[in-house]
């Protein structure tokens, strides 16, 4: 368990003590360098609050004739009748549930049907199901 904790915090950088290597020790704003950890701080704080609006006002003067709620000029013609889905086979919904774990602490879902059941029933709903699929 020890070990876990620590691989995940090397992986996340989460250290127990901040050191120099993960901070900014300065920052560009436009023609001025912010030195001051409060300021970066700050600035940073600025820039990911109004990036939103920021982004807004570019699309505006790039796309002046599209309002904010008119994504779809950026979608491609939508095609009603196009949806298609591959078919899976016996052969792979056969390994799907083999891949279900059936250990007592895997508790069954809304429809009270456990991953036990579905593998003891499985041979007698598999074409059923690929029907439904």
Not at 18 to 43: D, F, H, M, W, Y
């Amino acid at each position: 368990m020890n070990k876990l904790w620590e691989n995940l915090n090397t992986v996340c950088s989460f250290e127990k003590e901040r050191t120099s290597k993960n901070n900014a020790s300065q920052l560009c704003c436009g023609s001025r360098t912010v030195i001051a950890p409060l300021e970066i701080c700050t600035e940073f704080n600025n820039c990911f609050s109004t990036i939103g609006n920021v982004l807004m006002e570019e699309l505006n003067k790039s796309h002046p004739h599209v309002t904010h709620t008119d994504f779809t000029v950026f979608c491609d013609q939508p095609t009603n009748t196009s949806m298609f889905v591959t078919p899976i086979g016996p052969e792979e919904l056969h390994r799907l549930v083999n891949s279900l774990t059936i250990y007592n602490n895997k508790s069954p879902g809304m429809d009270n049907i456990g991953p036990r059941l579905v593998k003891l029933v499985f041979p007698v709903i598999c074409y059923p199901l690929l029907h439904i699929m």
